[in-house]
């Protein structure tokens, strides 16, 4: 470890302590005195992705990025929370310790995650992924999850009541939809 100060190569570590996933050293050049500090932090090994057509390709965190902000775009979503989300899966996918994981698996794990975060999103990025071809495989998928009783996202606006749809069946929608209230969740 060259001194970032006079380039001398000899330093001593005068406190070590762990932080998130590494190891912070604070180190004093032996020849200058000058202090500076390290971080160690694990690299993982690297991580390809087996395609549909069996082809292998280097994980790609961006790429990855790039779809899910995709299928999030304009979704009421907190700051950070598509980067959160894959930070997650990168770590899961490490934490697995396998040289090769299918695209599919990767996409699965992401269907899951968007399907408890916020459902239009879900269905955006399944409508991707599973190259819905038509109309009726996208409601097929939006059935099975209405079917499924998945607990609404907190992110998600509320949906209709029956009785808020018996109101919109009666005509009188869009006077009443500014005041169509919150469902209570239990
Ligand atoms: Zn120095």
Request: glycine share 6%; charged share 35%.
């Amino acid at each position: 470890m060259n001194c970032p100060y006079c380039g001398h190569s000899d330093c001593k570590v005068i406190d070590s302590r762990d932080v998130s996933q590494g190891i912070r050293r604070r180190r004093q050049c032996l020849s200058c005195g000058s202090r500076f500090t390290t971080y160690e932090r694990l690299h993982p090994a690297s991580l390809f992705v087996i395609k549909k057509d069996r082809r292998r390709e280097e994980f790609d965190r961006n790429k990855l990025l790039t779809g899910i902000r995709k299928a999030c775009e304009k979704r009421p979503l907190p700051t950070g929370t598509v980067d959160k989300l894959v930070d997650d899966i990168e770590a899961d996918l490490y934490r697995l310790g396998r040289a090769e994981i299918p695209s599919a698996f990767i996409g699965d794990m992401v269907m899951e995650r968007l399907k408890s975060l916020d459902h239009i999103a879900y269905i955006r990025f399944a409508s991707v992924y599973r190259e819905f071809a038509d109309i009726t495989t996208l409601k097929r998928e939006v059935d099975t999850l209405l079917s499924a009783g998945a607990e609404t996202p907190s992110s998600q606006l509320p949906l209709l009541s029956a009785e808020e749809l018996g109101v919109i069946r009666d005509g009188r929608a869009s006077r009443k939809r500014g005041r169509v209230k919150t469902r209570s969740r239990t």
